[in-house]
């Protein structure tokens, strides 16, 4: 079955400290692959998105992520995390059948930081 | 603009009523989504629409109904609402034109008690 899991529910890090988020999927193919912010109180909005090429990409908030095809991974990263930083963060991808760009996402990983 | 704007921002509903959420775009895009966040649980599809008149059922549609009659609009409609309803819900935007980047909406808290 397709899907997608994001192994950590809650993740504590110090102001200062690398943040790594993980992510993986489960489909034949390689899908479309997004990473989303969701402040408290707030909407979501993204942080960056794979379709193909660089398996490094660079997102907003000075995150990247590294796609691996052998693991089927999408980890999120950034080297020094900022108070600010402290939200819910979701993995999504969208499976190439589909035609309506639908989203389907992971149970998300809550981000504490501390200073 | 203002992006994808929804009201109420929060809600309580007793069990058996009704209402509607209402969501509106004004990015001129045609594709529109309705999600619902639990906690633990990610976001899962309700509905979606890929343009005025046409709507479809996601992953968790029981319970609920969608119309699109302009691009900008797409209200979320609960009937005889039941506890399983509380939740945060969502709604989001899109452009056809192959980024699949979703644009969301603030949110609306919704309490059935």
């Known amino acids: 079955a397709q899907s997608v899991t994001q192994p950590d529910i809650h993740i504590t890090v110090s102001e200062g400290a690398s943040l790594e988020l993980r992510c993986n999927y489960s489909?034949?193919?390689?899908?479309?692959l997004f990473w989303y912010v969701q402040s408290p109180g707030q909407g979501l909005q993204l942080l960056l998105k794979?379709?193909?090429?660089?398996?490094l990409v660079q997102g907003i908030k000075g995150f990247e992520a590294e796609f691996k095809r052998s693991q089927s991974s999408f980890n999120l990263r950034k080297p020094s995390v900022h108070w600010s930083d402290a939200a819910e963060y979701f993995c999504a991808v969208v499976f190439p059948t589909d035609s309506w760009g639908k989203l389907q996402f992971g149970a998300g990983t809550q981000v504490v930081v501390t200073p | 603009n203002a992006g994808v704007t929804q009201t109420p921002k929060f809600r309580i509903l007793k069990i058996g009523q009704s209402m509607t959420l209402q969501c509106a775009q004004d990015m001129n895009h045609n594709y529109m989504y309705w999600y619902r966040q639990d906690p633990g649980m990610g976001l899962k599809l309700i509905y979606y629409s890929v343009g005025a008149g046409i709507t479809d059922k996601g992953e968790v549609p029981n319970g609920y109904n969608v119309s699109r009659s302009t691009t900008e609009d797409f209200p979320l409609r609960l009937e005889l609402a039941a506890p399983s309803q509380t939740s945060v819900y969502f709604c989001?935007?899109?452009?056809?034109?192959?980024?699949?980047?979703?644009?969301f909406g603030p949110g609306t808290r919704l309490t059935v008690t």
């Open positions: 794979y379709f193909s090429g660089d398996t």
């Open positions: 989001a935007s899109s452009r056809p034109d192959g980024t699949y980047e979703q644009y």
């Open positions: 489909y034949g193919a390689t899908p479309y």
